[in-house]
């Protein structure tokens, strides 16, 4: 969602520093820091030990790992050191006696506290039948569930439900989609070079504004024509529109082609523009009546969120789908006596610290055919100053200076090169260096000032938003 600039002079949006996670070793060794200090650091202690600890535990318990990531980003912001005020300690904040009583003697060891409070959700879970319910017992105490006859009038256990019910749809994202990472950076993306601007601007899933004018990403979810007459009564808006199209279709639906023609096409029709990463795809869409236009991807130093491990232990990385071309490729690599990981689905929630690790990542074409530009991928790793080596593409090369790249043939040959150069960092690092040089500020100044065909009618003292749009989900009555 998005509109009208503020008056105030533009305030860019700057990185924060993390704070590098700790090791997992000795239980005991933490230092308390109040929670309250924690959560302002903006830091996080997440890291691939915690997030095993969390799919056992998780398994263990029968809950979704999903909902126990979001307990803890709410409870401790990932930091296993944290203690509140009232003295609960640790990743899932235990009191004392709640800890003693599930065999916990070490709260601020991860693996003990993490199993200590899986368990107790668990029982709330069992005990209350209800999700809801079971948050608001584990945040006030069974016993205030049961004498209120629901959720207690407390504002801050109703507003503690309401965020992690919020951040573990927020991470569930569209059944059966993979993809809901690539559509968040795209989000965030916008959003910072909104608000570098002067545009005041905010993010939420599958949520409409009238008083701004909302851009929807993801809108190639849509399943119904409800969903297009719902969205287009709220207001004018915006589309980022980030699918391959064929002629008469589009390469997510090229087995449907009537919810293409009959639901997508016509809300890319009602939008007040398009905006488009691919120039092969505005041919197609101005042909169809569509007010497309060019936005392409830059950086932000709000995107870069990757602190890389001084020690990397993955050869190569690929996050998303294994189609026939991608598998033979990976496997080449693997055969080649290296360690090749891919993640999917639920792991690109752990996809920052996948890439922390990582030496060379990679962005192959989808098909051998299907020789679209993986701009996603290949921006946020090299905007966090990571080391790409993709196959050439149509349309690269605005960005191809940035990673490296050749035919598919030898593709192989060159991620073993990039894995063997003892200058490694130092590419990486000039690639990332390259891409600052394309500010997504003056992309987003562009596609705003009408420089690249989208006119708008700016009013002072508006606001801006941008939303995604998620897979199945009804519009409000």
């Not at 668990?122 to 209120?148: I, K, M, S």
């Not at 996948?354 to 946020?380: K, N, S, W």
Request: proline share 8%.
């Amino acid at each position: 969602m998005w509109n009208k600039p503020l008056p105030p002079p533009p305030r860019p949006v700057v990185a924060l520093n993390p704070v590098p996670p700790p090791p997992f070793k000795s239980p005991g060794k933490w230092n308390p820091i109040p929670i309250q200090y924690w959560k302002q650091s903006q830091g996080r202690f997440f890291t691939v030990d915690l997030a095993r600890i969390i799919l056992d535990e998780a398994k263990r318990n029968d809950l979704d790992p999903l909902l126990i990531w979001a307990v803890i980003d709410q409870e401790s912001g990932f930091n296993p050191a944290a203690v509140s005020p009232k003295g609960a300690a640790g990743l899932m904040q235990l009191m004392p006696g709640t800890a003693e009583g599930l065999g916990v003697s070490d709260p601020f060891d991860p693996a003990e506290n993490v199993r200590g409070g899986v368990q107790y959700l668990r029982a709330q879970v069992d005990r209350f039948r209800d999700l809801a319910l079971a948050l608001a017992a584990y945040n006030a105490g069974p016993g205030a569930v049961e004498e209120a006859g629901g959720i207690p009038g407390y504002e801050e256990t109703q507003n503690y439900v309401d965020s992690i019910l919020s951040r573990y749809n927020d991470l569930k994202g569209p059944e059966g989609y993979g993809y809901i990472h690539f559509l968040y950076d795209y989000a965030k993306l916008i959003c910072y070079g909104l608000e570098s601007l002067g545009h005041d601007c905010s993010i939420g899933p599958n949520g409409l504004a009238n008083d701004r004018t909302n851009i929807i990403i993801g809108g190639h979810l849509l399943q119904t024509k409800d969903d297009t007459e719902y969205i287009a009564s709220v207001g004018p808006y915006i589309v980022r529109q980030t699918e391959v199209l064929w002629e008469r279709s589009m390469l997510n639906f090229s087995g449907n082609p009537n919810q293409f023609e009959e639901v997508y096409l016509p809300f890319l029709r009602r939008a007040e523009a398009v905006w488009d990463v691919l120039p092969s795809n505005l041919p197609i869409l101005l042909s169809r009546g569509v007010n497309a236009r060019l936005l392409r991807s830059g950086y932000h130093p709000a995107m870069e969120e990757v602190v890389h491990k001084h020690n990397k232990d993955i050869d190569f990385l690929f996050f998303g789908t294994i189609t026939k071309h991608r598998k033979i490729q990976l496997e080449e690599l693997n055969l080649r006596g290296h360690k090749v990981i891919t993640a999917m689905g639920a792991q690109p929630i752990y996809r920052n610290d996948l890439i922390a690790r990582t030496r060379v990542h990679l962005a192959p074409r989808q098909e051998t055919e299907m020789t679209h530009l993986p701009y996603g991928r290949i921006c946020f790793v090299v905007n966090n100053r990571g080391l790409v080596v993709a196959e050439r593409c149509l349309d690269q090369e605005w960005l191809e200076d940035c990673f490296l790249w050749s035919e598919p043939e030898e593709w192989v040959d060159l991620c073993m090169q990039a894995l063997e150069d003892p200058n490694r960092e130092e590419i990486a690092l000039q690639n990332y260096e390259r891409y600052k040089k394309i500010p997504m500020t003056a992309e987003m100044e562009r596609v705003l000032d009408g420089e690249s065909g989208v006119r708008l009618s700016l009013e002072p003292d508006g606001e801006t938003s941008v939303m995604e749009s998620h897979l199945g989900r009804s519009p409000p009555p």
